[in-house]
């Protein structure tokens, strides 16, 4: 929970008193998935605290170039069910989304395949080189045989290297959970770097995830096999993916994880809607003039917007916007996945086994050319098949599906350009594309992509907005208050 002391709450409304009422006032943000959802829930958030009689942010207008707020957070339906089609699971220890749902009273949805009953096979494109026992039974005491010999099959085959990989993750999310911290000890950061620094994150940026694991004692199967078939599912590529971006999505493979009841894209539609904001949907930003004191926006329908700050809250690696003057940032490529979801039944011959149950409910897969798929997983069991999802790197043709496939009833493809494309060592946009007024949500991405990271990275921007509109006063650690020591409860008040 905040708690404000008298005094930092008066320094806090002074300093807001020098925002100028102009058309400084006016947040364009570009993009409406969770980053720039999160900037202005932050941005009213803050204001409304600190300043409830005058707020120093004027309109804020969120442009987004699709019919549909949400970004990379969507949802698709097969045969009258709805899957999430993009971002998909959260971790417990994501504070922010967590507190998202709570303010926007959105119910949690937890897998329906426990861990326990959750069958793993990773396939090398043309055995199943690891199996765990799987069991259909849903007698509790079955389920927890089953899972006991799983973990003593996992043990006897990977070792104390598990141990060692659940240390190195529990490092890295300990670090990570230093963004939660009250503004009393956490600075308003001006660099991704500065910000993973101040973590003790910004090393595992320079060398690879197999890298990293290498000196933390694991042991070459484990990566090969384990740990490659979690990046290939969460980041769709090896463990040559940065340090930093690995162990996220080691994070990712846990237990507890959950995603929001009718869809994650639900958190930032709640925070458009309850952030005071002009939608404007179908319109596109083609061009990003800064004329000295005002930035001129001009969209597709023709239209231009004048605002004092704009925020990029989406990836520019793949847009056309024009910039005046132009802004540089580091070359960088997006990862491609494909999400195919396909109702039907797969094909034992083609996994080499006889009958439809021997197949696992997760096939994970080894690094090999010989692998067409990253993974398939289970949706859900209907009384005569099922509803599949499957990450590949590649569309997945007709023709290919018709090989792991004895049928199929019906069959959705999706291209998302989900995320960079990781490389160590990585190199970081700015947040403060012009040493101005406009901002980059996404500059963050670099480091790990995830909905809270991107969160995260949008909470920062929206202090650093604040902060640097005051006449140039600092409202950092010393003029915001803190928060609960409990990161559970931030900003619980929302």
Known sequence: MIKHGRITALVFCFLLLHFSP????????????????????????????YHPSQSPIGQINIFERNG?????????????????AGASILHPKNYHALNYTKYLNL????????????????????????K??????????????????????IFFRYGFSLFRMS?????????????????????????????????GLYNLTTQTLGEELVEAGLSPLLI??????????????????????????????????????????????????RSDVVLHLHEEIESVSYLGDVYVLNSTKG???????????TPLDELNIDFNPRISVPPRKLQHTHATFVRGLLSPAYFGLNLLSDIPD??????????????????????????????????????????????????????????????????????????????????????????????????????LILSRLSSGVDLSSSNLTSVDSNPSELHSEL
Request: hydrophobic share 40%.
């Open 22 to 49: 102009t058309h400084s006032n006016t947040v364009c943000i570009i993009g409406s998935g969770i980053g720039g959802a999160s900037v202005a829930h932050f941005l009213r958030h803050y204001s409304a605290i």
């Open 68 to 84: 549909v707020v949400g970004g990379r957070m969507a949802t698709v339906t097969v045969s009258g069910e709805t899957f999430e």
């Open 107 to 130: 119910q949690l949805k937890t897998p329906k395949l426990t861990d326990d009953s959750l069958s793993l096979g990773i396939w090398d494109g043309h055995k199943f080189v690891y």
């Open 132 to 153: 765990t026992f799987n069991s259909k039974s849903k007698l509790p005491i079955v389920q927890r045989l089953v899972s006991l010999a799983n973990s003593i099959m």
């Open 167 to 199: 240390s190195f993750v529990e490092v890295t999310v300990n670090n990570f959970l230093r963004y939660y911290e009250g503004f009393n000890s956490r600075p308003v950061f001006e660099s991704v770097e500065e910000m993973l620094k101040w973590a």
């Open 224 to 273: 090969q096999e384990l740990v490659t078939v979690i990046t290939r599912i969460n980041y769709g590529q090896s463990v040559n993916i940065s340090g930093l971006a690995g162990a996220v999505s080691l994070a990712g493979s846990g237990g507890g994880l959950w995603s929001i009841e009718g869809g994650n894209w639900q958190m930032a539609a709640g925070l458009i809607n």
């Open 303 to 313: 239209k231009s917007y004048n605002c004092g700050v704009t925020v990029v809250a």
């Open 362 to 463: 997760l096939v994970g897969t080894k690094e090999s050319p010989d692998v067409p798929f990253s993974s398939i997983s289970i949706l859900k069991q209907h009384e005569n098949d099922m509803t599949y999802k499957i990450f590949s790197r590649e569309p997945m043709t007709d023709a290919l599906l018709d090989k792991f496939f004895s049928s199929r009833k019906e069959t959705i493809k999706i291209n998302w350009a989900a995320y960079p494309h990781y490389h160590a060592p990585e190199k970081f946009a700015p947040f403060i594309l012009d040493g101005q007024h406009l901002y980059y949500v996404n500059a963050f991405e670099n480091a790990a992509s995830t909905m809270e990271t991107s969160a995260v990275a949008a909470e920062n921007i929206a202090r």
